[in-house]
């Protein structure tokens, strides 16, 4: 079971990094777009170094067009650094991409997955990662809890090395139901993570702790005594 940040917010990461036992990070132009019109290349390299080379950092190339795609994953992979997991997303200009691109031993993560089928072709293909679209599945009225078991059976029945880095979530709930179903990886914006932990019910234990504490031993620390 892993956990990603699903963002390009360099204070963000840094500051949470320190807090959550992430294994990497993702993006994708939306999430940029928050950022605003940053140093791409730069950008990215800031992040690495936060984060560090034992962690993964996926990236997600814009282009449409084989051609375009497979341009814009060479200058990622050259300009940031070549551990780099492309994101492509998996339709038939993808997959032809995906196909390239492993052969080339490249890392890829397979996005923008709403269906067993995009997910299934993209493992074929030799995806190391699938990133099936949680919310946006059930927006759609597709069930992800479905869809995510699905591709963990045959990832199980076929001995298939590809991970299920579930993404695009509202609420811990779905991040949970998500590796419930079989998932090992989930990405996310680490304000839903912080969140979590921010449960009224959480805090009321830690002030009882410490007012029991106090009742004995008064305002004295355990590393006073």
């Not at 560090?52 to 051609?67: R, S």
Request: aromatic share 8%; charged share 25%; with cysteine.
């Amino acid at each position: 079971m892993e956990y990603m940040f699903d963002t390009a917010n360099i204070e963000v990461i840094e500051e949470c990094s320190k807090i959550f036992p992430i294994t990497g990070v993702t993006s994708n132009p939306s999430i940029i777009k928050k950022e605003g019109k940053i140093d791409f290349f730069n950008h990215f390299r800031k992040i690495r170094e936060i984060i560090g080379m034992d962690k993964t950092l996926h990236i997600q190339v814009t282009a449409q067009d084989y051609e375009g795609m497979l341009k814009e994953a060479k200058a990622i992979l050259e300009n940031v650094d070549n551990k780099v997991y492309i994101k492509i997303p998996v339709n038939a200009e993808g997959l032809k991409v995906i196909k390239i691109l492993k052969s080339q031993g490249v890392s890829i993560t397979a996005t923008a997955i709403y269906t067993k089928a995009q997910g299934l072709l993209a493992m074929e293909a030799g995806a190391d990662f699938i990133a099936p679209y949680f919310n946006r599945m059930e927006n759609m009225d597709i069930d992800p809890r479905e869809v995510i078991s699905t591709f963990a059976d045959i990832i199980e029945k076929y001995n298939y090395s590809t991970k299920i880095l579930a993404a695009s979530f509202k609420n811990i709930r779905q991040v949970n139901d998500s590796f419930a179903c079989g998932a090992q990886t989930a990405t996310m914006a680490p304000e839903i993570l912080l969140d979590a932990l921010k449960m009224p019910a959480i805090q009321k234990a830690v002030d009882d702790f410490s007012t029991d504490w106090e009742a004995i031993f008064g305002k004295v620390s355990i590393a006073d005594l």
